[in-house]
């Protein structure tokens, strides 16, 4: 298993997590919703490369990028840290390790 599988089920599994406190906390039906999709997509597509589907990393690369700088603009308008500084943090973390990959695998 390579880093970036580790690097999306890592991110999918706090994506999710994130929308279900988001639901709990706020009761932001939205959070719940793009929560467990863009997560249970991580993690599919963490399966999928664990598999030997080498377009899952793409995928994986993508949702993460776009979770990324979602959250870096929640984070630019609202300057808090929880969730959005630590999602953005965590996730640039996660897309260097994928884009890393990405990069060694071509």
Sequence with gaps: MNSSIIAAIAYGVLAIIGGIIGYFQAHSQVSLFSGLVSGFILLLAAYLQF????????????????????????????????????????????????VNQLVTVR
Aim: net charge positive.
């Design 51 to 98: 598999q030997g589907q080498a377009w899952a990393l793409i995928l994986a690369t993508c949702v993460t990028a776009v979770l990324v700088v979602f959250f870096a603009l929640r984070l630019a308008k609202t300057r808090k840290f929880m969730p959005a500084g630590l999602m953005t943090i965590l996730g640039m973390l996660a897309l260097t390790v994928m």
